[in-house]
């Protein structure tokens, strides 16, 4: 039976409330600032259908000092809300403008082309608006919106960059306090183990001595198969020790290790698993390791692969040369295989497919392998029903 149990899911729970409150406050501020932006955009063409009405006016009226007044008055008021404007006669010649700013080295002929571009640009933004000047004539208002509004415009996406970027960073610094959290989590229990197999051990070793030194009642067969164990708890004791501490790596024959190591775990696993070893590097080859913890990697995949035969099936050790001076050990079995949906959260703490089992041996194997070795494990290939293989690369030495 399937089984994932992921002790960081109130953790997941948390970044997704995170993430919907940063969607809301994101999605609020645009609707928001999209309705201010209408409201200003109706209040600027209110401004330019005033100066169209006051033109109407100057065209159709004698000028006189009230006039005057009244369209400097109008002028004055969209000069102030910086909304650019330019009247053009029926040939779509430039009259007049307001609020463009036109290079001051133009001539006369480079200034009138220059206020047709705007005009070509401002029919893009807007309708004009049509003003009457009698006697069947009619001249047109360009406009476009104000710097102002165009500024604003942009806001609602400048505070999404802003709000993904605050996001993101509370992600990352939610990460690294998820990964602190976990190293002193898995530090503190390797030690405490460590220091708690320390005194059985020792009082084992003290009953090995006890048993030797009367042969006669006690078989030296089994007594050199309990010192093997009591050896044995002595490794994995050395094992949890080096968890949170630098390790020392040394040049080790990988051929050599791989191979002892095997012999050893083919005595202690079912007799029903056919284990082999296929080595396609140098008998010679050398890489940096430290070979207790990278013991404790192949036992954590083999051991795995061994649970998901049942008992039953082959184990396959393959060791191969790859370019850029590195080289792969291949584990491979017959088991049930992963299933996709686990691929991506099989190195994930608390993951197991076991009924019992905390789900991570895997994750503490990737550990060594990439933090202490600067190597890199994965799943090379599965397939539900014809098994897995996990792949370990190393650099030579």
Not at 71 to 92: A, D, G, M, R, T
Not at 178 to 200: I, M, S
Not at 226 to 255: A, C, H, W, Y
Not at 281 to 302: G, K, P
């Amino acid at each position: 039976m399937l089984k994932s149990f992921d002790i960081y899911s109130q953790n997941n729970i948390l970044k997704i409330i995170v993430a919907l409150n940063l969607l809301l406050v994101g999605t609020g501020s645009l609707l928001y600032t999209n309705r201010l932006i209408t409201k200003l955009e109706e209040r600027e063409q209110r401004y330019v259908q005033l100066y169209g009405k006051a033109m109407e006016y100057v065209q159709k009226t004698d000028y006189n000092e009230d006039v005057t007044f009244v369209v400097q008055e109008i002028i004055s008021v969209n000069s102030n809300s910086n909304v650019p404007v330019i009247y053009v006669n029926e040939n779509l010649e430039p009259i007049y403008q307001n609020n463009i700013d036109i290079p001051a080295k133009l001539s006369g002929e480079e200034k009138r082309l220059f206020l047709k571009q705007k005009v070509v640009e401002m029919r893009q933004e807007h309708l004009p608006i049509v003003v009457e000047v009698g006697e069947g004539e009619r001249g047109l208002i360009y406009y476009s919106n104000s710097m102002l509004l165009k500024q604003l415009k942009y806001f609602p996406y400048i505070l999404l960059v802003i709000l993904t970027a605050l996001g993101v960073l509370a992600y990352l610094a939610f990460s690294s306090a998820r990964r602190a959290e976990q190293n002193r989590v898995w530090v503190g229990l390797a030690k405490e183990t460590a220091h708690q197999l320390g005194t059985p051990i020792s009082s084992l070793m003290a009953w090995i001595e006890y048993m030797r030194s009367d042969p006669d009642q006690y078989d030296a067969g089994i007594t050199d198969e309990m010192e093997k164990d009591i050896q044995r708890l002595t490794t994995i004791t050395g094992r949890f020790s080096s968890i949170g501490s630098v390790p020392t790596l040394k040049e080790e024959n990988l051929t050599e290790v791989i191979c002892q190591f095997a012999g050893y775990l083919e005595k202690r696993i079912s007799t029903k698993v056919r284990m082999s070893v296929n080595s396609q590097v140098s008998a010679s080859q050398m890489v940096r390791i430290n070979r207790l913890l990278f013991e404790w990697v192949i036992e954590n995949i083999c051991k795995n692969a061994v649970d998901a035969m049942s008992g039953v099936g082959e184990l396959r050790l393959n060791v191969l040369p790859l370019p850029n001076q590195e080289v792969a050990i291949d584990i491979s079995d017959t088991g049930k295989g992963i299933p996709k949906s686990g691929l991506q959260k099989v190195f994930t703490p608390g993951y197991s497919t076991k009924k019992r089992g905390w789900g991570l041996g895997l994750t503490l194997a990737k550990r060594i392998v990439e933090e202490y070795h600067n190597g890199r494990l994965f799943v090379k290939h599965s397939e539900p029903g014809k098994g897995t293989t996990f792949r370990i690369v190393l650099h030579q030495a």
